[in-house]
């Protein structure tokens, strides 16, 4: 049997549609607004890890640690001498220990105001002729072997110096190296827990007789707080004082740069240029009011009239180019 839906029950069922699809279109509209919001599982194993922008940071310093010690030690041993960082890894304090030679010179490094500790390793194949120089040689390598207590001495004046350069490099971001004290094999592993994870640094060494690594390795936790004010002070534009501005601006008034007047940029047939002989007169198109150009450094710069002043010829300068107009100088 059918059944027949008067006027009111058709409107009705109608009101119930429209409502129905209203609130889907509102909840498609909330679903939209709020983003879906993706989570992940926390590794407690990555705390402490140094990411690829503090990497560039560290860089920067070691550049410049590598430098001044190229230049200082040279100096200090009279002789030719060479730093250059090798590589720069994350790695465990157990594995740093397991890679340092039998014989080797290991100091410790106080990092202050961090109240940490960091350890500095040299290859012992550059004692030699390092002690060699110090006494008067002309700084002979020798058989590896260990060091004598005086080799010693002069070998923590060695480290010294390295730790003054690794001091003048982090002072920007307030880290300061102090060299603690040479340190026997056996209390090597003791420094750090054995899980600490490292921030090593290895630079090649060299000397004209010699070639060897110099280690650093520092705990990168507490290098954290270092490194993002390393960021900061890297990514802050740097704002020369009134003294540095009024000696740069006393330097570059004896710079030299090449000048030039010539004629303004013009086409030539090159049937005329092809016909062209000594003696020739080459008619330009350019009307008889034209100035020439006064190139500075390959920009036009002034508009110019070629003079004589007794023996040398000149330009006399009439105005800016448009060029130079636009760029504001003076």
Known sequence: MEKHLDQSEIDSMFASSRENTAKEEVAALS???TPERKHAAYNFNRAGQ?????????????????????????????????TTLVSAEQLVYSEFTERIPELAYVCSVRLDPLDALGVLQMDLAMAPPMVDLLLGGVGRSAPLRKSTDIEEDILLSVMEIVVRELKIAWQPVG??????????EAEVSRLMPLSEKTLCMSFEIRMPEAQGTLNLCLPAVVLNTTLRRLIAERDRPRRRTPEARA???????????????????????????????PGAVLRLPLPRQAMAELRVGGLAIFHAQPVRSGEHRG????????????QGMD
């Open 31 to 33: 679903e939209e607004a």
């Open 50 to 82: 140094i990411n690829q922008e503090q990497m560039q940071a560290i860089s920067t310093v070691n550049d410049l640690f590598a430098r001044n010690l190229t230049h200082n030690m040279g100096a200090w041993l009279r002789t030719e001498f060479g």
């Open 175 to 184: 880290l300061k190296f102090a060299l603690e004290r040479r340190e026997p």
């Open 247 to 277: 000696r740069m601006a006393s330097l570059m008034e004896e710079a030299q740069f090449g000048a030039m007047l010539q004629f303004p940029t013009m086409h030539l047939n090159a049937r005329v240029l092809a016909d062209m002989a």
């Open 315 to 326: 330009a006399q300068v009439k105005g800016h180019t448009d060029d130079a107009q636009r």
